[in-house]
């Protein structure tokens, strides 16, 4: 649940921190602390734990704890009452993943508020739960429930027997339940744009549905008239939208383009940014986009290990999504709503195919049969304008780096 360190793009000024064992420029405010507020929450969904009540939960922050470690500071796994929410003996009562911020990080506190108010008022399947938080003399943490699976960049990208290729059908499965957290953040009750969608960010329960966490970059979206909400240009790299790094010009469909790029990382089984790959490679969205475009070459940019486990149709469907989710043009892109529904039709499609084939020619000849959903069922989509970036593409850095934290 941990952060990465995050780098600035195109800031033009800076101080430089030690953060892990390199050198991180980041753009840093002075740490206001009586204009940072919660919101009013619902004490009913949010508790207030002690520090004294997470120190037994965690067994004292003991290392065998540790669940993961990012920017923020260390993610322990704990145990809490399920009824009342006090700590209790570990493996009784429920895990839940603790984060504790890193005292030393100045930005950690903003982001620890903005946690705090955006998951203390959402309530969604699909969005990691928090059960409270911790804000005690210098100490400030989160209580989250756990997520065993852990996240889905685990899954596609470790190598080892603990985590084995997730199927065609998983990563699709995967998919539905992150476009719909998506798509809620942006409806007209939330209004939010969530601003680092990665595969890091969204986590696994045991079957395998996913949730999004870590909302220390969220923004409320704009208001009235406004289009879009100007911001310092932040995230990580090879997931910003090109308009957003160019302009620092922020909406919704900012986060439809990071989409767009986790989609293309499900689907070939490569990062977003990958130094290690040939000439030409490192950037999986300027190396796949040719392919995307043509129905013949599309498999090129599939995973190999997902071999004979999708039907053409789906992945042309799958290909197409993702080329409009990562046009250039942001008014082209499809809205995560009309994402939610494609990917919606296309799971229904592909329990059609998996039925047995006497069953599929009896519904064909009563017309019952569905087809194959296409990503221009959706009515803000729209194939991208080919076009050079210009100073908008992004500078690649070290595997992986990102953009600096700073609201």
Sequence with gaps: MGARNREPLGCSQGVVLKMGVGLVAAVVEPLQLPCLQLRKLNSANVKIFSFSDLRIATRNFRPDSVLGEGGFGSVYKGWIDENTLSACKPGTGIAVAVKRLNQESLQGHREWLAEVNYLGQFCHPNLVKLFGYCLEDEHRLLVYEFMPRGS???????????FQPLSWNLRMKVALGAAKGLAYLHSSEAKVIYRDF????????TDYSAKLSDFGLAKDGPVGEKSHVSTRVMGTYGYAAPEYLSTGHLTAKSDVYSFGVVLLEMMSGRRAIDKNRPQGEHNLVEWA???LTHKRKIFRVLDTRLEGQYSHVGAQTVATLALECLSYEAKMRPSMEAVVTI?????????????????????????????APTANASKNSGKPRRKSLGETREKIGPNPTALVRSH
């Design 343 to 371: 990917l919606e039709e296309l799971q229904e499609s592909s329990h059609v195919d998996r039925k047995p084939a006497a069953e599929r020619r009896q519904e064909s000849t009563t017309g019952t049969g569905k087809k």
């Design 152 to 162: 889905l960049e685990n899954h596609l990208f470790r190598r080892g027997s603990h």
């Design 289 to 291: 986009r040719p392919y």
């Design 198 to 205: 990665k595969t890091s960010n969204i986590l696994l329960d």
